[in-house]
């Protein structure tokens, strides 16, 4: 029995744009189009809706659902916090990371109305001089 050629499975812009080209036929068809099908043992042809439904959801950065980090487990960064009991505000290894901080760099705080700023002490030419606080 030949194998069919399978089309090369599609992401990113070229996804998005062969969609559109596409937007004629049915999902089925759009996804299969896009490579996000696959040839059963016995010959069916199998549409992977999901992942095609994933991949565009990356490919316009709505959402993205897989944490490619850096493949040492842990939790990623959800750019959320509490305010712990004792009133004290937790900043996670990810987002350390994330701003390459090291053990004993300083951070200077600056407090919006609704919102915090951290900005590192000596990073991008600034000093440790006072600064306005408005």
């Known amino acids: 029995m030949a194998k069919s050629k ?14 559109e080209e596409l937007k004629h036929l049915s999902k089925e ?3 299969k189009a896009c490579g996000y099908s696959t040839i059963t043992r016995n010959g069916q042809s199998r549409v992977n809706l999901m992942k095609f439904y994933n991949a565009l959801m990356e490919a ?16 990623s960064a959800s750019y959320k916090v509490s305010v ?6 937790l900043i996670g290894s990810a987002y350390t990371q994330q701003m390459g901080l090291k053990p004993g760099d300083e ?12 900005h590192q002490i000596g990073a991008d030419g600034e000093d440790d001089e006072e600064f306005d606080e408005n």
């Open 6 to 19: 399978q089309p090369p499975v599609l992401t990113g812009q070229s996804l998005l744009k062969k969609v």
């Open 29 to 31: 068809e759009k996804a």
């Open 60 to 75: 316009d950065g709505t959402i993205s659902l897989d944490n490619k980090g850096t493949g040492k487990g842990g939790r």
């Open 84 to 89: 712990q009991r004792n009133g004290n505000l």
């Open 107 to 118: 951070l200077r705080i600056k407090l919006g109305r609704k919102h915090i700023h951290l």
